[in-house]
């Protein structure tokens, strides 16, 4: 990606664009001119993000002409936390936040969740946009408008929808992100994949061929056609009733996996590798059809799972975390599973010992090929 990308987005409220490549950081003075209309911006920044880009994202946005606050958040998933969002409506609030002010979120997806919340509750919804400046959150988390924090009975479990006003992401940013930080927008680049089949998969097989080290100027060219991917899903189901759902592919598996090691040592795109081969194991269980069509999207993920840091996964403990899993209907849990490539279904009503033999094999994968 060379060029410059640039992704409209269809919302409930307005249009927006997600704009991903190299010197898009020069363009966020014109986007936040655009957004926040006379009014100042409340710049809110990842710690670590801050300490590798702050200064120079601050310069841009102040070449827009628009006051700026800036404040620093801790970095890590406790920072998801209704504490998180009380300080920042107290910041806010106590700087005169208004209406026609502009919020701008920079980091990965725990900051844009949690600063999109803080936005959307604030005077009942103040404008927002997002510095994306992690792999998962420019394929994913940056699009869709879902916001939210964590709660102690779960994740996840308190949010809204505020779509931004817009996203950018510099190539420079994303060039800083360490190796397991790039597996972990890959889980959710190479779930895209699977759900869409043909082209993106073919190309993602072909990028990942050589393994780690990950450089992120490889995966440049998986980067759009995931955005567009996910743009297409969350304008046909923004509220998340029906395909959206699709999108938590590998997810049932792969939240267990964190859940059962308290997320700890692997990181969320880590496990949904791991929960990706679940499904598939599962699916060939259940007798999906397309097994021989979906032998290449399993050998990437295998390979995938192989560069996985060895941890001890207890099928115990997995399986007690898979049943507080709170995608479940009248049936008891759901699963999405691929019937072939690009072809997802939802399925529930899975016998126990069944789930048990694919918890089974996707641990066995993980003690190496
Ligand atoms: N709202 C949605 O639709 C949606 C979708 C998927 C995931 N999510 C959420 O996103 C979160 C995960 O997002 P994430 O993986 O981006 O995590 P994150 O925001 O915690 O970022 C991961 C790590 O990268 C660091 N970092 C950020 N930018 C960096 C950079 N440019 N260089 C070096 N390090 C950098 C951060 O400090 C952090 O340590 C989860 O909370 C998940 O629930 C939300």
Known sequence: MSRRISVEVKSSRGNYSVTVGRGVERRLA????????????????????????GTSIERAIRKSGRPLVSTIIPSGEQTKSAETVAQLHDLFLKQQIARHDLILACGGGVTSDVVGYAAATVLRGVRWGTCS??????????????????HPRGKNLIGAFWPPEFVVSDLKWLATLDQTQLRNGL??????????????????????AEGQPFVVEDLQGLIEPCIRFKADIVERD???????????????????????????????????????????????????????????????????????PRVHLDPDDIMAAMHLDKKRDSRGLQFVLLKRPGEPTITSGVP??????????MIDSNRGV
């Open 187 to 208: 889980g959710e680049i190479v779930k895209t994949a699977g759900l869409a089949g043909g082209r993106l998969l073919g190309d993602t097989i072909e990028t990942l």
């Open 352 to 361: 126990v010992g069944t789930i048990r033999q694919a918890v089974q094999a």
């Open 238 to 308: 923004e509220r998340d009733q029906g395909v959206r759902q699709w999108l938590n592919y590998g997810h049932t598996f792969g939240h267990a996996v964190e859940r059962s090691l308290g997320f700890s040592r692997l990181v969320h795109g880590e496990a949904v590798i791991l929960g990706m081969l679940g499904a598939l194991e599962l699916g060939e269980r259940l007798r999906l059809p397309g097994r021989t069509s979906l032998k290449p999207f399993k050998s990437l993920v295998v390979s995938l799972c192989a560069q996985l």
């Open 133 to 150: 400046t992690t792999l998962l959150s420019v394929v994913d988390a940056s699009i869709g408008g879902k916001t939210g924090i964590n």
């Open 30 to 53: 014109a986007a936040v001119r655009r957004s926040a209309h006379g009014g100042s911006v409340f710049a809110v920044f990842d710690a670590i993000l801050y300490s590798l880009h």
